[in-house]
């Protein structure tokens, strides 16, 4: 797929913002569609697409049901 696509859940990202969701998006609509930029003529449908995607990239992120690891069980920080 498309290298340059960051992976955006914890633990491998904090803090994601609106902007990092809609940037992904427009790495996958741009790998899809084989555009860099798109036409004037398909700017709208491809405007849409980075949307439609960014939209469900936010729902995925807010559904997903990650196992919580404690910073004791993973090693982390322990002062005995």
């Not at 992976?7 to 084989?34: C, F, H, N, W």
């Not at 449908?45 to 729902?59: C, G, H, K, L, S």
């Not at 997903?64 to 690891?69: M, R, S």
């Amino acid at each position: 797929m498309c290298r340059s696509i960051k992976t955006l859940r914890e633990p491998y990202a904090s803090d994601v913002t609106d902007d990092d969701m809609r940037a992904a998006a427009l790495q996958y609509v741009r790998k899809i569609s084989g555009f860099r930029a798109p036409s004037a003529r398909n700017a709208e449908a491809f405007e849409r697409a980075v949307d439609a995607i960014a939209a469900a990239t936010r729902t995925l992120l807010d559904d997903l049901e990650l196992k919580q690891v404690s910073r004791a069980a993973s090693g982390g920080d322990q002062s005995d």
